[in-house]
């Protein structure tokens, strides 16, 4: 079983910048899609990103140009890096592994607001 744990949410104003972490134990995790979704209040959860084990990524068309996802193999470790935040990207921010759907951590709180 995958465990999953995300760091570095906080409140910032629109305009800054936050970089996330994702923890990841339990798989082989150089082997594995690993991706970014977030939970707005009152809405669905949303993908954000996603990075394969060749390095390639892909990003939701909101968040292009703004965000880069990244992962470090050798710490089992998956970021995210937003920059230019805006009040719509505000929520709840959760890793997970495209091989274990059904797994997610606790998620981090995202709020951007002045």
């Known amino acids: 079983q995958v465990h999953l744990v995300e760091s570095g949410g906080g409140l910032v104003q629109p305009g800054g910048s936050l970089r996330l972490s994702c923890a990841v134990s339990?798989?082989?995790?150089?082997?594995?899609?690993m991706g970014w979704s977030r939970q707005a209040p009152g809405k669905q959860r949303e993908w954000v990103a996603r990075?394969?084990?060749?390095?390639?990524?892909n990003y939701v068309d909101a968040v292009k140009g703004r965000f880069t996802i990244s992962r470090d193999n050798a710490k089992n470790t998956v970021y995210l890096q937003m920059n230019s935040l805006k009040p719509e990207d505000t929520g709840v921010y959760y890793c997970?592994?495209?091989?274990?759907?059904?797994?997610w951590g606790q998620g981090t709180q995202v709020t951007v607001s002045s």
């Open positions: 339990g798989i082989i995790f150089s082997s594995y899609t």
């Open positions: 990075v394969f084990p060749s390095g390639t990524t």
């Open positions: 997970n592994s495209y091989g274990h759907p059904n797994d």
